[in-house]
């Protein structure tokens, strides 16, 4: 019994695929769980399991090329004991052979049953004419009854009518046959467009696009005062380094302010869906961290349920799943269901930055440098005079159609008011 | 401003007071009619263009007035003051200008682009000269007729430069025809200067060429226009042929109302406005003492009022109705069926059955005539007019120069002055040249204009007699292509006859396409019926039963396809042939009933295949029979090339018995 192994959907929002590289060739024999191929999605780069043992007969796609969801990828001629003659997928669950129930995980491939040989029912495959489809409608022909004695073993208008002039046949009351579909995989399978743009720049450029056409962006931005943070950092940066292996930056301290702030505005840690009328506000805080890659493409990581960290964790976390990115180690969890992100530009010595929100979050923030600059501070008694302080600048780009000016500012003020007067040191100590 | 004088001297010399009222009248309500309609269209009340004659009105009333009332002009966009003189209504032009029901054109064209045949103006086309050929042929019917109508054709100096002119003019002086031509010298062809347009130094010079007399005279002077057009419309009439005259004159304004006329440089303008033709025949008119400047303003708040009040009352006017317009395509057949009880008949091929038919016809209906070239003492390239010129004479059996232009032009106006002309394409090929005025004029008159062309325009199309890509084609989607005009093609010499007459007999435009190759096919030698009769146009004809597949015919292919079925049917497929016979209208009825019983069609035809009647009938059959097929629709075409001589070339482009066997046998 043949068996298919089709394009897994690795994401909601995936709809195609790209064969990275063959794990198995024709006549292997693979188990349940074998990695068979790696592929690469809008999403991840992954390997895909076998759903079942078998042996391979045939290898449906070629390296390189890129397939929708769903889409044949490989044949394999089932092992008995742990197959099903029908798709697992329609099976009603009570009458599944407990040992042939697969990986029930949405993201394991689907099988489905596919008649490679010629099955009993070849007419299913020809073409009815208009004329026959006509006749046999209307003097109910079970048409898998007539002989055709065309072109091909056609059936021709003869037949039809030779059929109706015997009275024979027409005795079903089913629809004549839908034509089956035309092996529409084969061809719809589209080549890599071009040799010399990564599928990761591919998919970055595709996204920006995607995004300048969906929101409304609009950038703003505001100054903050880290001075307060910059003496809990000098203070705590040596052992903190000596204890966690990675440098204390000033982005966890944004990240957990941010969070805060989203927690406060959550309308800013939402999802807008104007064409279906559709405005999420989550009640859970993914936060996305851009993470470059060496200059080598961009992919947001994300920190899961953001908002149960403390400064350290936060930390942690974001060393973590940059390392992750950067290996290319990542699973779909450390890439997927952001719902805001935070573009360090700062740590690449930025003034000031428009970032492009990433989809489907409202609103992107970006950190820039932090710098000693003078400052007018006022002192106790009312006077001025110039300072040296450490400062910075947090813009941030947000959706327009999804609110407003004010919004915006009030989220950023209240970020910059936990960054320049909470009590950090409580944090570290 | 000093004005030039003008004085009466010839024929004006004998009007009367109220014969020069008159002209002064159109002439002031051309000016004002005009002044106003400018005004409109700048003031954006106006649909369409104006293109104003002011300045001109002395060459324009001028012509008409040299003409006697029966006289038929035809003229172009800027002679408003001529149709104005000849009767033509202020609420007439206006009905016209707002595109109304009732106005001449009854909305199919706008502003000044129409004519009223009944009070002797051709409908007005934008292309220019092309009622020249028309008024040449009606002065061929006056001639034949001897009415004693003479026809002006009248343009600007710049259409004098196309081969339409050429070809009218010298067709008119070869058969010394009932012609005046008029050309209005206004200086500028839209924006182009005489030197241009033309090398002589005048336009008048070219009358040499056509062996026709010819006077330079000043278009601004009103009694000299009438002297000089009463002059030659008088010597035309007497049979002194035809003759040309320039008047020289210029337009106030642009060629349209949007055009300011930068292109003129003040003296010029100077020069003429000191011969405005209003100003210089008031002023003679004041001194002759037969009118006051009172008289003058009067008349003109009369005039203005008319004219505001007819352009008013258009405008309130019914719009056209666009569920009319495929209906008034064709002009109804009002004359009955000719019927005949077939009991006489000889044994004709193809070409004798139309020669027979011809013969017949001629004798039937003194009106019926014909026109082409060589068909006369010749009788014709392949003697379709053989003993025609011995028996009818060189009247009605009429040798032309090669202007299949100018002749197809004059058939459209002989039509229109009531004769039923046939004019002979000596190949079909041919017909190129004369498409302006089958697709400008014959087309469309009945349409925009009302009036039907019963003309036919017959000759031998089609490929195998080793003639090359000029001598060859298979015309009919070339002519099917444009509306109001009907095909025909028969493949038999019963088919040939009976359309033949069914095709002189109709109100309308027919291309009648005969196939060289059947003129004298040994085997296709049949009863033909003598006397009258006739096969209806628009039915085809099943011409052998079957029952596996229709294949759709006509012309030279019917004995191929004849042939075909035969010898399928030795292989058990029966092949039901039809032969269309008529392209335009289609016979859709018989292919859809055939295809309802066989579920196969296929379409043989020698025409190329890319937008051809086959792919008409394809359409039509997958529109309104799909539910009936049981195979995709074939076409049996020659390759999308021109014909070419080579015999192992043109073999391969002639669609053979092999080839439409081979592709009925896919059919399966």
């Known amino acids: 019994?043949?068996?298919?192994?089709?394009?897994?959907?690795?994401?909601?929002?995936?709809?195609?695929?790209?064969?990275?590289?063959?794990?198995?060739?024709?006549?292997?024999?693979?188990?349940?769980?074998?990695?068979i191929l790696e592929i690469s999605t809008d999403k991840v780069d992954t390997e895909v399991p076998s759903p079942f043992n078998g042996t391979v007969s045939n290898l449906l796609v070629e390296e390189g090329e890129t397939v929708e969801v769903g889409a044949s990828l490989l044949e394999l001629d089932g092992d008995k004991t742990n197959t099903n003659d029908t798709p697992l997928k329609e099976e009603p669950k009570e009458e599944t052979n407990e040992e042939n129930v697969q990986d029930t995980s949405p993201k394991v491939a689907e099988v489905q049953n596919?008649?490679?040989?010629?099955?009993?029912?070849?007419?299913?495959?020809?073409?009815?004419?208009?004329?026959?489809?006509?006749?046999?409608?209307?003097?109910?022909?079970?048409?898998?009854?007539?002989?055709g004695t065309g072109k091909d073993g056609?059936?021709?208008?003869?037949?039809?009518?030779?059929?109706?002039?015997?009275?024979?046949?027409?005795?079903?009351?089913?629809?004549?046959?839908?034509?089956?579909?035309?092996?529409?995989?084969?061809?719809?399978?589209?080549?890599?467009?071009?040799?010399?743009?990564?599928?990761?720049?591919?998919?970055?450029?595709?996204?920006?696009?995607?995004?300048?056409?969906t929101s409304a962006h609009v950038m703003t931005s505001i100054e903050v005062d880290f001075e307060n943070i910059e003496i809990v950092r000098a203070k705590h940066k040596a052992k903190f380094k000596e204890e966690n292996g990675f440098s204390l930056t000033y982005l966890p301290f944004i990240s957990l302010a941010t969070v805060s702030a989203l927690r406060e505005y959550p309308v800013v840690n939402s999802s807008f869906d104007l064409e279906n009328g559709l405005h999420e506000i989550h009640n859970h805080i993914n936060l996305g961290i851009a993470v470059d890659?060496?200059?080598?493409?961009?992919?947001?990581?994300?920190?899961?349920?953001?908002?149960?960290?403390?400064?350290?964790?936060?930390?942690?976390?974001?060393?973590?799943?940059?390392?992750?990115?950067?290996?290319?180690?990542?699973?779909?969890?450390?890439?997927?269901?952001?719902?805001?992100?935070?573009?360090?530009?700062?740590?690449?010595?930025?003034?000031?930055?428009?970032?492009?929100?990433?989809?489907?979050?409202?609103?992107?923030?970006?950190?820039?440098?932090v710098k000693k600059r003078p400052v007018v501070v006022q002192a106790q008694d009312g006077s001025d005079s110039i300072a040296i302080r450490h400062t910075g600048i947090l813009s941030i780009t947000w959706d327009h159609r999804v609110f407003d000016g004010s919004v915006a500012l009030l989220f950023l003020n209240f970020i910059k008011e936990r960054l320049e007067n909470a009590d950090w040191s409580q944090e570290l100590d | 401003m000093q004005i030039e004088k003008i004085t009466r001297k010839g024929y004006s010399a004998s009007l009367s007071k109220d014969q020069l009222w008159e002209i002064y009248k159109s002439m002031k309500t051309q000016r004002l009619l005009e002044d106003r309609l400018l005004k409109m269209y700048k003031g954006g009340q106006l649909s369409g263009a104006v293109y104003p004659g002011i300045g001109q009105e002395a060459s324009m009333a001028g012509i008409a007035a040299g003409m006697?009332?029966?006289?038929?002009?035809?003229?172009?966009?800027?002679?408003?003051?001529?149709?104005?003189?000849?009767?033509?209504?202020?609420?007439?032009?206006?009905?016209?200008?707002?595109?109304?029901?009732?106005?001449?054109?009854?909305?199919?064209?706008?502003?000044?682009?129409?004519?009223?045949?009944?009070?002797?103006?051709?409908?007005?086309?934008?292309?220019?000269?092309?009622?020249?050929?028309?008024?040449?042929?009606?002065?061929?019917?006056?001639?034949?007729?001897?009415?004693?109508?003479?026809?002006?054709?009248?343009?600007?100096?710049?259409?004098?430069?196309?081969?339409?002119?050429?070809?009218?003019?010298?067709?008119?002086?070869?058969?010394?025809?009932?012609?005046?031509?008029?050309?209005?010298?206004?200086?500028?062809?839209?924006?182009?200067?005489?030197?241009?347009?033309?090398?002589?130094?005048?336009?008048?010079?070219?009358?040499?060429?056509?062996?026709?007399?010819?006077k330079i005279i000043d278009g601004n002077d009103i009694y000299e226009v009438i002297d000089v057009m009463h002059e030659a419309c008088e010597s035309a009439r007497e049979g002194n042929g035809p003759s040309l005259i320039e008047l020289v004159t210029f337009r106030h304004y642009g060629h349209a109302g949007h055009d300011p006329a930068e292109y003129v440089n003040e003296e010029v303008r100077d020069f003429w406005m000191k011969r405005d033709p209003i100003a210089r025949f008031e002023d003679s008119l004041v001194e002759e003492g037969l009118f006051s400047t009172e008289q003058f303003v009067s008349l003109a708040e009369d005039l203005e009022a008319e004219i505001r009040e007819a352009l008013e009352w258009a405008k309130t006017q019914d719009d056209p109705d666009p569920i009319n317009e495929v209906e008034d395509m064709f002009a109804d057949r009002t004359t009955p069926t000719i019927s005949n009880d077939e009991s006489d008949t000889k044994t004709m091929n193809y070409i004798e059955a139309i020669t027979n038919g011809l013969d017949e016809l001629m004798e039937n209906d003194e009106n019926v005539f014909m026109m082409g070239e060589d068909i006369g003492v010749f009788e014709g390239a392949f003697k379709a007019t053989k003993g025609l010129f011995n028996k009818y004479g060189p009247f009605r059996v009429i040798d032309t120069s090669i202007s299949e232009g100018g002749f197809t032009g004059a058939a459209v106006g002989a039509a229109l002055a009531g004769k039923k002309p046939i004019v002979e394409l000596q190949f079909y090929?041919?017909?190129?040249?004369?498409?302006?005025?089958?697709?400008?004029?014959?087309?469309?008159?009945?349409?925009?204009?009302?009036?039907?062309?019963?003309?036919?325009?017959?000759?031998?199309?089609?490929?195998?007699?080793?003639?090359?890509?000029?001598?060859?084609?298979?015309?009919?989607?070339?002519?099917?292509?444009?509306?109001?005009?009907?095909?025909?093609?028969?493949?038999?010499?019963?088919?040939?006859?009976?359309?033949?007459?069914?095709?002189?007999?109709?109100?309308?435009?027919?291309?009648?396409?005969?196939?060289?190759?059947?003129?004298?096919?040994?085997?296709?030698?049949m009863e033909v019926p003598l006397g009258l009769y006739e096969v209806e146009i628009g039915k085809g004809k099943v011409v052998r039963q079957g029952t596996d597949i229709t294949l759709v015919t006509w012309s030279g292919m019917v004995p191929v396809a004849n042939e075909a079925?035969?010898?399928?049917?030795?292989?058990?497929?029966?092949?039901?042939?039809?032969?269309?016979?008529?392209?335009?209208?289609?016979?859709?009825?018989?292919?859809?009933?055939?295809?309802?019983?066989?579920?196969?069609?296929?379409?043989?035809?020698?025409?190329?295949?890319?937008?051809?009647?086959?792919?008409?009938?394809?359409?039509?059959?997958?529109?309104?029979?799909?539910?009936?097929?049981?195979?995709?629709?074939?076409?049996?075409?020659?390759?999308?090339?021109?014909?070419?001589?080579?015999?192992?070339?043109?073999?391969?482009?002639?669609?053979?018995?092999?080839?439409?066997?081979?592709?009925?046998?896919?059919?399966?």
């Open chain 2, 429 to 525: 090929d041919f017909v190129y040249p004369a498409l302006d005025q089958i697709t400008t004029e014959a087309a469309k008159y009945y349409w925009k204009a009302g009036k039907s062309v019963p003309m036919v325009v017959r000759g031998p199309t089609g490929a195998g007699t080793r003639s090359g890509p000029f001598h060859s084609i298979s015309p009919e989607s070339l002519l099917a292509h444009h509306p109001g005009i009907r095909v025909v093609a028969p493949s038999n010499p019963y088919d040939a006859k009976g359309l033949l007459v069914a095709a002189v007999n109709d109100p309308n435009p027919v291309m009648y396409l005969e196939h060289k190759k059947l003129y004298r096919k040994p085997d296709l030698k």
């Open chain 2, 68 to 214: 006697n009332e029966k006289d038929i002009f035809g003229g172009t966009h800027r002679d408003l003051g001529v149709q104005i003189k000849k009767g033509v209504t202020l609420k007439e032009i206006a009905l016209n200008f707002f595109g109304k029901h009732d106005g001449p054109s009854k909305g199919r064209d706008g502003n000044s682009h129409f004519g009223v045949v009944d009070k002797g103006t051709l409908m007005v086309v934008s292309p220019l000269p092309d009622s020249a050929p028309v008024a040449v042929g009606w002065a061929l019917a006056s001639q034949q007729s001897g009415s004693g109508v003479v026809a002006v054709a009248n343009c600007g100096e710049g259409a004098t430069a196309t081969g339409t002119w050429h070809e009218s003019i010298n067709m008119a002086g070869v058969l010394n025809l009932p012609v005046v031509f008029t050309v209005q010298n206004n200086q500028f062809a839209y924006s182009s200067p005489n030197e241009t347009e033309f090398g002589t130094p005048n336009v008048a010079d070219r009358a040499a060429g056509y062996g026709i007399p010819a």
């Open chain 1, 154 to 213: 056609r059936i021709k208008r003869q037949d039809i009518e030779k059929i109706i002039s015997s009275g024979q046949g027409m005795i079903s009351t089913e629809k004549i046959a839908e034509q089956p579909p035309q092996e529409k995989e084969k061809e719809m399978l589209t080549k890599e467009s071009s040799n010399n743009i990564s599928r990761l720049r591919k998919r970055i450029a595709e996204n920006m696009i995607i995004s300048k056409q």
């Open chain 1, 1 to 35: 019994m043949s068996q298919i192994v089709t394009m897994p959907q690795l994401g909601e929002t995936v709809t195609e695929g790209t064969i990275l590289r063959w794990l198995v060739k024709v006549g292997d024999e693979v188990k349940e769980d074998d990695p």
């Open chain 1, 293 to 369: 890659l060496n200059q080598q493409g961009l992919l947001v990581g994300t920190l899961q349920e953001a908002d149960s960290f403390n400064l350290k964790g936060i930390a942690r976390k974001i060393s973590e799943t940059s390392k992750l990115l950067r290996d290319g180690k990542y699973g779909l969890d450390d890439v997927s269901g952001s719902t805001f992100t935070i573009s360090n530009n700062g740590s690449f010595n930025s003034f000031l930055t428009s970032p492009i929100i990433n989809q489907p979050n409202v609103a992107i923030l970006s950190t820039e440098s």
């Open chain 2, 565 to 668: 079925a035969e010898v399928l049917s030795k292989e058990n497929i029966s092949v039901e042939v039809i032969d269309i016979r008529t392209i335009v209208p289609l016979d859709e009825e018989i292919i859809l009933s055939s295809v309802e019983k066989t579920s196969n069609l296929c379409i043989l035809q020698e025409d190329v295949p890319f937008s051809s009647i086959a792919s008409e009938i394809s359409s039509v059959v997958a529109e309104k029979g799909f539910w009936n097929l049981d195979n995709p629709i074939l076409k049996v075409t020659p390759p999308n090339t021109h014909i070419p001589f080579a015999p192992v070339l043109e073999d391969a482009f002639i669609p053979s018995v092999e080839k439409v066997v081979k592709a009925l046998k896919e059919l399966q």
């Open chain 1, 114 to 147: 596919h008649n490679i040989s010629k099955t009993p029912n070849e007419k299913q495959n020809l073409k009815l004419s208009p004329v026959v489809r006509k006749l046999a409608s209307e003097h109910n022909i079970d048409i898998e009854k007539v002989q």
